[in-house]
């Protein structure tokens, strides 16, 4: 069997990648916008760029799954539908969607690119966690606020069920090799939700030194985003405030057969593994 991750040194995709790389059944073809970057063990390097429709049909030949991560564009929602019609009429198609898609950014965007997939003639699973743990420990997010201390998050009512991206790897495996899966949609979440100022709780626990919960200024968390990925952030941070992330469900322990991994554990493992000392 061969399966295309789409962007597979992303925190969701390297998970995922982990998980099939093992696998002797599997051909793992991992894309990325820079195919040499591509170092993960058991994974053949494809160039996929969502800015290079050339290279899709050489990406996606012969496959018989592909895990699409979604890029933050406004256009997301045809560039997935021109690409998925590159890809063999066969494929199966697993998306790393989101919680509550119809209030995403605007005009219902995630559920605009999740009509692309249900009308692409391909067979698709749904995926739509919430927050990843991993922002925590992802230079792009949150691992150098948190290693200097703070955790600065919007709305300090406002709880969210964080998931760890593991956990979607393990669903997004089944769903890419079980047809039990097909035509269905998961909303996934972590096993418990906390307020931002419980997590920095958890968090200097773990440090063992301070980390404050801040609340962010107007607009501060909103800082290094720009155009359309701030209009998303900004109304992702609506829901947040709203309560959406704060729903936990219980699809990854129904469809694992396991607890989900639990923020406190996230949290510990990444500490004692150095994550907020290097930054
Ligand atoms: N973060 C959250 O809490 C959260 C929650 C729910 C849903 N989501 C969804 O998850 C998705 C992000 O997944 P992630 O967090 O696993 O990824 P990520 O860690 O943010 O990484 C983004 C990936 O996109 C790739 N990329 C960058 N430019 C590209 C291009 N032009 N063409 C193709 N790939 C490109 C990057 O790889 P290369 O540099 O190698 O190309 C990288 O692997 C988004 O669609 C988001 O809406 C996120």
Redesign the pocket.
Known sequence: MRILI????????SALAERLASRDDIELRG????PR??DARGVVPVD????RPDRWPAASADVDAVFV????RADAPALVASYLATTPPTTHVVL????DPERSGTQGW?ARVEHSVRTSGRSWTLLR????M??MS?P??LRDEIAGGRFGFPHPGASVAWID?RDIAEVAELALLDRRHVGRTYELSGPESFPPARVAKILSEAMDRPVSYVEPGDGEALDGTSGFERELTALTYERVRDGHFAVVTDAVPRLTGKPARSLQAFIAEAAAAGVWETA
């Open positions: 789409t962007a597979v040194r992303g925190k969701t995709g894309g990325s916008s820079d970057l591509v996929f760029s969502w800015d991560v979604v890029p933050l790393l969607s989101e919680r995630s966690p919430g927050w990843f991993q922002v992802d792009r997010f991206t």
